[in-house]
T-cell receptor, first 111, second 115 residues
């Protein structure tokens, strides 16, 4: 059975800190791993990773995938209170578009 | 990315009644849409894949007679929760796949409370 495990489940940091969120996965016929940010409502797309070792970057956020060790990390540098959210990672297989989500990491950035 | 809307954004209904939730893809046609459910402090759980013009595909453990899905057009899928019970209270979110790759774009969600 496919599974996606995120750690830590929750995290509290101060503004300006750097955080690393972890996601390990076991997905049959793995195709891609996706990161989403969820603030109160529906998730918003952050990154999709398909190849090992290639960092994807958007502003202060970056992510990388290790297909050998079956994990991904999401880094947020110089955190801001607006980064407070639940960060979800999800695995996708070759069988279709459906996503298998982890439980998420709840990040709280305090002023 | 795709623009997806849902209606209503929240609904309260009495136990035993049915509730219909709409999911619309506003800026492109979607032959496939997905319905997820999210309980408080839990992750999104895929309920079913909605296929335009054919039957939906339900995930294991999801009752297809209770959660009726209709995907009658390329821009609209509906989820009807029949004979709702308090344990059906949840956040229901639909998504639409991206065109060029496999990311999904989510609607704003519908908060269902069954009293």
């Amino acid at each position: 059975e496919d599974k996606v495990v995120q750690s830590p489940l929750s995290l509290v940091v101060h503004e300006g800190d750097t955080v690393t969120l972890n996601c390990s996965y076991e997905v049959t016929n793995f195709r891609s791993l996706l990161w989403y940010k969820q603030e109160k409502k529906a998730p918003t797309f952050l990154f999709m990773l398909t190849s090992s070792g290639i960092e994807k970057k958007s502003g202060r956020l970056s992510s990388i995938l290790d297909k050998k060790e079956l994990f991904s990390i999401l880094n947020i540098t110089a955190t801001q209170t607006g980064d407070s959210a639940v960060y979800l990672c999800a695995g996708n297989s070759n069988s279709g578009y459906a996503l298998n989500f982890g439980k998420g990491t709840s990040l709280l950035v305090t002023p | 990315g795709a623009v997806v809307s849902q209606h209503p954004s929240w609904v309260i209904c009495k136990s035993g009644t049915s509730v219909k939730i709409e999911c619309r893809s506003l800026d492109f046609q979607a032959t496939t849409m997905f319905w997820y459910r999210q309980f408080p402090k839990q992750s999104l759980m895929l309920m079913a894949t909605s296929n335009e013009g054919s039957k939906a595909t339900y995930e294991q453990g999801v009752e297809k007679d209770k959660f009726l899905i209709n995907h009658a057009s390329l821009t609209l899928s509906t989820l009807t929760v029949t004979s709702a019970h308090p344990e059906d209270s949840s956040f229901y979110i639909c998504s639409v796949p991206g065109l060029a790759s496999y990311e999904q774009y989510f609607g704003p969600g519908t908060r269902l409370t069954v009293t």
